[in-house]
């Protein structure tokens, strides 16, 4: 929820983004989201509330966009993006933790409605990730395999082009 707290600031013409993402890997399908108009998916989670730990906020977000409790793991990769999101340039810091949703039932597809926003949830295959299809791109099958020690990754200036 983005609420007045949501670390998610004006700059300028830009926005400055505090974001945490869960990098759920379960029976060989990674766990993405995305809204209808977007043409790329991305890992759920959300922004950070001030003075809330990152980890909480993977805990919170999920409750909210699955309604699942779920375990966060290691912290996998610290990211710094440069974007542009619907004509919107962001400087995002992300943290990315490994993520487990215990008592997982089904791996079908499901649409969740957050904040009149509709969210679009699918399993992938690890072994058929198409690195153009997921964003940030440096979310392939063979990153999802290699983590075990945290990566620091920057990304300059994608433009996220919106159907």
Known sequence: MNGSSTICLPVENALFNFRVAGVAVQNGKLL???TPTDNFWSLPGGRVDMFEFSRETLLREMMEEIGKSVRVGN??????NFFEYNSIKHHEIGFYYQMEIPGLESQDDFVVIEEKTELLF???EVETINPGSIYPEFITKDVLRNNSSIQHITLNFKNLNII
């Open 32 to 34: 993405l989201h995305k």
């Open 75 to 80: 912290l996998l990769w610290v990211v710094e």
């Open 122 to 124: 699918h399993w992938e």
